[in-house]
């Protein structure tokens, strides 16, 4: 199928840990993002990579590390969790600059 | 800077009512692209439409319209005889066509819309 899949689904971790989080697409599209929804639903952009190259950099902690290895792949590297990172993670793609958004299902991390 | 305004935070209808979620935006840009996506209770987010600034034609696709008002700044979303399976979280967001560089699409906060049996 084609999709943006991320993995894993979800995520229950203790505080102080490092986690990732993983992406894929296979729609052949040029720009990927990290979106965070916090538990009120408010999506967030994070991050936003062009043909491997970071493009969007939002206030995000340091903590938290894109790797593009490719342009079909955008993961999600985060050190020394803490519990306000506790949200669910959105991996989308699209070609383009105005084309819509196609999102993975999500990532739910509970930090604890 | 482009933001977008979903002063609904929550609807409850009755099935067979029809409901408007209202969306509101701000750009300083003259080219920009709208946007609805569907969140039901699963999580997943499902786009529903996309608008471009200079097209101001209303846009009907079975039961949901869009209706685009660049005077006012407003693209709201109309479902018809609403249906349980309507029940979701819709977010409204604005892409900024710039020159150069990636915007990313900015999302409302969304409307949690609750149809009831």
């Known amino acids: 199928d084609t999709a943006v899949s991320q993995t894993p689904k979800y995520l229950v971790t203790q505080m102080g840990n490092d986690k990732s989080i993983k992406c894929e697409q296979n729609l052949g599209h040029d720009t990927m993002y990290w979106y965070k929804q916090d538990s009120k639903k408010f999506l967030k952009i994070m991050f936003s990579?062009?043909?491997?190259?970071?493009?969007i950099n939002e206030t995000v902690p340091n903590r938290f590390s894109p790797k593009s290895p490719d342009k079909a792949h955008l993961n999600l590297h985060i050190n020394s969790l803490e519990l306000g990172d506790s949200a669910v993670y959105f991996c989308?793609?699209?070609?383009?600059?105005?084309?819509?958004?196609?999102f993975g299902n999500g990532t739910r991390l509970t930090v604890t | 800077a482009q933001k977008v305004t979903q002063a609904q935070t929550e609807i409850s209808v009755v099935e067979k009512e029809d409901v408007t979620l209202d969306c509101v935006y701000e750009t300083r840009d003259t080219t920009y692209y709208l946007f609805w996506y569907k969140q039901p209770p699963s999580g997943e987010l499902v786009f529903l439409i996309r608008?471009?600034?200079?097209?101001?034609q209303n846009e009907i696709s079975g039961r949901y319209s869009w209706n685009f008002q660049k005077s006012t700044s407003s693209f709201n979303f109309t479902i018809t005889a609403s249906q349980v399976v309507d029940s979701a979280v819709y977010f409204c967001a604005l892409s900024e066509a710039l020159r150069s560089g990636n915007t990313p699409l900015v999302f409302g906060k969304g409307t949690r819309l609750s149809v009831i049996a």
């Open positions: 990579y062009n043909n491997k190259e970071l493009i």
């Open positions: 608008r471009n600034s200079f097209d101001e």
């Open positions: 989308a793609s699209r070609q383009g600059r105005v084309a819509p958004l196609h």
